[in-house]
């Protein structure tokens, strides 16, 4: 029985696995087909559909979908209608969220969206209370032992980027959308590995809590980002190091 259960263990995780890399390719998919039949369907000429290849290709997502999702936008092949739907809210300690869907129907989604609200000590919001607290921005992840603080200075700030911040885990190079690709073909141009790199939404200021709201907060994150219509989840908490430890 041992190794019928380490068998079918494999089989489980894989499963799981399968299922997860399943639901990040549909949403990197719906994504993808919006951004190229609002903006166009070439990616040198729609930097947001550059981007949103990008990440999926660093996820490992295949050409062929990338290429269906990128025809389905354009109307070259028949698919489900989606829309972008922003909805906003605060999480326990008054933290600010911020959430970026794709939906075929708002209804069904803006309900799915309060409740997990509601069960999750959360309060959804009216549009526009907690928007303003966020600022769209170009944001480069670098590791530390990957280059050195004066040479990423100097590539980063000669090609156009606004700030760059050091923290425990690295530096953080943050730009101006419209200088986004110039600063990520610079940095790449100089051979210097970027963990990621991403057009998305910085909170002007931060909020600080702890302990069990700290808990709650992480925890209604992860709802609100497992759910299948939801692209992104924006927050303005200020977490402890060792309480994101330990959830992690």
């Given at each position: 029985m041992s190794g019928?259960s ?7 995780k ?5 299922q997860?890399?399943?639901k990040l390719?549909?949403k990197?998919s ?5 951004i190229?039949?609002e903006g166009g369907s ?6 947001r559909?550059?981007?949103?290849v ?14 269906r ?5 354009a109307g070259?092949?028949?698919g489900a209608t989606?829309?972008?739907v922003i909805y ?8 600010a969220?911020?959430?970026e869907?794709?939906?075929d129907n708002?209804n069904?989604?803006a309900?799915?969206?309060r409740s997990?609200f509601?069960?999750?000590n ?6 526009g209370?907690v928007?303003?607290q966020?600022?769209?921005?170009g944001l480069?992840?670098?590791?530390k032992?990957?280059?050195t ?10 090609a ?7 923290t425990?885990?690295g530096?953080?190079v ?8 110039k ?7 100089k051979g210097?590995p970027?963990v ?12 600080s809590?702890a302990?069990k709201?700290a808990?709650q907060v ?6 609100l ?12 908490f200020?977490?402890p190091s060792?309480?994101?430890?330990q959830v992690?």
């Amino acid at each position: 029985m041992s190794g019928h259960s380490k068998w079918h263990n494999i089989k489980v995780k894989k499963q799981k696995m399968d299922q997860v890399r399943g639901k990040l390719f549909s949403k990197f998919s719906r994504e993808i087909s919006v951004i190229a039949k609002e903006g166009g369907s070439n990616p040198d000429a729609n930097p947001r559909l550059r981007t949103a290849v990008d990440r999926a290709r660093d996820a490992g997502m295949p050409n062929e979908n990338i290429q269906r999702a990128i025809q389905r936008g354009a109307g070259e092949l028949a698919g489900a209608t989606y829309e972008t739907v922003i909805y906003e809210g605060y999480a326990p300690g008054g933290v600010a969220i911020l959430v970026e869907a794709l939906t075929d129907n708002r209804n069904r989604t803006a309900a799915e969206i309060r409740s997990l609200f509601t069960k999750n000590n959360g309060t959804m919001a009216e549009a526009g209370s907690v928007a303003w607290q966020f600022e769209k921005k170009g944001l480069i992840l670098v590791e530390k032992d990957k280059a050195t603080e004066d040479d990423l200075m100097l590539a980063a700030l000669d090609a156009g980027a606004e700030d760059i911040r050091t923290t425990d885990e690295g530096y953080e190079v943050v730009t101006a959308q419209e200088d986004f690709f110039k600063v990520k073909t610079a940095l790449e141009g100089k051979g210097i590995p970027l963990v990621s790199a991403d057009i998305t939404m910085i909170a002007k200021t931060t909020q600080s809590v702890a302990g069990k709201e700290a808990q709650q907060v992480l925890r209604l994150v992860d709802v609100l980002e497992d759910h299948d219509d939801v692209q992104r989840v924006y927050s303005n908490f200020d977490i402890p190091s060792e309480i994101l430890q330990q959830v992690g």
